[in-house]
């Protein structure tokens, strides 16, 4: 690790006469930055996050230069002003402000806000969507799950292939959003085949959705990877016959779709090394035998027991 100053003042000669920009800046979650900076034509996808002690602990960027890169040193240097600025704005104590349209809202009858929320519900998809979300009764089978997915890529992102990281990462939370619910009733369900069938249609629609769109986002790639371990806990519960039955429903699933192909066999390969070792022998015996019959390629993650 380094200090964030340190670390600016050391590779600032990258970034001297350098016409970079700035775009789409996000604090994803506390110390967590992500941005888009532009060089020219080209434009490369940034992630810096800092601890409370202003040191810089992780460090990414889709260039192919080593660390550090230009793209790197230029987004320290913007955060580092960034927080000069808020800090001295948070010196002076302010009284929050009610916003102007919640006044107005609270001022409003009934039947007005009903007309108005029509109107806006009738001419805009999204927000249409997600009052539906908000207000119509839940429901978590199959099809509706599917219907709810592909109606959130449709609205949200009237099924443009190239989307920006705002647009990606509201995306990312309307999914959650949808699939919330589903994931706590996962690691809750003591139904292990029925939640195998849940995650494998939500990982086979997202994932197809993602291999559509113009997208090297690393957040809606961590999204994607982090589905089948929902079942992790579960598997590790299960009862040797129940996890037997289990991976083989999970095989039967994934193996001809394309989509989900590569990261479902990447997934049961660490899960080799998670489960115990009567579970182990059984995971082994359904991958070896997939591929030594496989007309398919199966990615090389072989481990020893």
Same mark, same amino acid.
């Given at each position: 690790?380094?200090?964030?100053?340190?670390?600016?003042?050391?590779?600032k000669?990258l970034?001297l006469?350098?016409?970079?920009?700035?775009?789409?800046?996000?604090?994803?979650s506390?110390?967590?930055?992500?941005?888009?900076?532009?060089?020219?034509?080209? %434009?490369?996808?940034?992630?810096?996050?800092?601890?409370? $002690?202003?040191?810089?602990?992780?460090?990414?960027?889709?260039?192919?230069?080593?660390?550090?890169?230009?793209?790197?040193v230029?987004?320290?240097?913007?955060? %580092?002003?960034?927080?000069?600025?808020?800090?001295?704005?948070?010196?002076?104590?302010?009284?929050?402000?009610?916003?102007?349209?919640?006044?107005?809202?609270?001022?409003l009858?009934?039947?007005?806000?009903?007309?108005w929320?029509k109107?806006?519900?009738? %001419?805009?998809?999204a927000?249409k969507?997600?009052?539906?979300?908000?207000?119509?009764?839940k429901?978590?089978?199959?099809?509706?799950?599917?219907?709810?997915?592909?109606?959130?890529i449709?609205?949200?992102?009237n099924?443009? $292939?190239?989307?920006?990281?705002?647009?990606?990462?509201?995306?990312?939370? @309307?999914?959650d959003? &949808?699939?919330?619910?589903?994931?706590?009733? &996962?690691?809750?369900?003591?139904?292990?085949?029925?939640?195998?069938?849940?995650?494998?249609?939500?990982?086979?629609i997202?994932?197809?959705?993602y291999?559509?769109? $113009?997208?090297n986002?690393?957040?809606?790639?961590?999204?994607?990877?982090?589905?089948?371990?929902?079942?992790?806990?579960?598997?590790?519960?299960?009862?040797?016959?129940?996890?037997?039955?289990?991976?083989?429903?999970?095989i039967?699933?994934?193996?001809?779709?394309r989509?989900?192909?590569s990261?479902?066999?990447?997934?049961?390969?660490?899960?080799?090394?998670?489960?115990?070792?009567?579970?182990? @022998?059984?995971?082994?015996?359904?991958?070896? @035998?997939i591929?030594?019959?496989?007309?398919y390629?199966?990615?090389?993650?072989?481990?020893?027991?």
């Amino acid at each position: 690790m380094v200090n964030m100053q340190e670390f600016i003042l050391r590779n600032k000669g990258l970034i001297l006469n350098k016409k970079l920009k700035v775009r789409e800046f996000d604090e994803e979650s506390k110390g967590v930055f992500i941005a888009f900076v532009d060089e020219g034509k080209e %434009s490369y996808d940034v992630h810096l996050s800092i601890d409370d $002690k202003n040191e810089l602990v992780k460090q990414e960027c889709d260039c192919e230069t080593k660390k550090p890169c230009l793209h790197q040193v230029f987004l320290a240097e913007f955060i %580092s002003n960034k927080k000069q600025v808020f800090t001295k704005i948070n010196k002076t104590k302010r009284v929050k402000k009610t916003p102007e349209h919640h006044a107005i809202i609270d001022n409003l009858d009934e039947n007005t806000a009903k007309d108005w929320l029509k109107k806006v519900t009738d %001419s805009n998809k999204a927000v249409k969507f997600e009052f539906m979300l908000d207000f119509k009764e839940k429901s978590y089978s199959l099809d509706n799950l599917e219907e709810n997915l592909t109606e959130a890529i449709s609205s949200t992102t009237n099924n443009r $292939k190239k989307l920006d990281q705002l647009q990606i990462k509201n995306l990312l939370n @309307l999914f959650d959003k &949808i699939n919330q619910p589903i994931y706590d009733t &996962i690691k809750e369900s003591k139904d292990l085949q029925g939640s195998v069938l849940l995650i494998v249609r939500i990982s086979k629609i997202l994932n197809s959705h993602y291999n559509l769109i $113009k997208s090297n986002s690393k957040k809606y790639e961590a999204y994607l990877d982090n589905l089948f371990p929902l079942l992790t806990e579960s598997f590790i519960k299960a009862a040797p016959e129940l996890f037997d039955t289990s991976i083989d429903l999970f095989i039967q699933k994934v193996k001809k779709e394309r989509s989900i192909k590569s990261r479902s066999f990447e997934y049961l390969y660490s899960l080799c090394d998670i489960v115990d070792m009567r579970k182990r @022998l059984i995971l082994k015996s359904h991958l070896n @035998l997939i591929e030594k019959f496989a007309t398919y390629s199966i990615p090389n993650f072989s481990k020893s027991i």
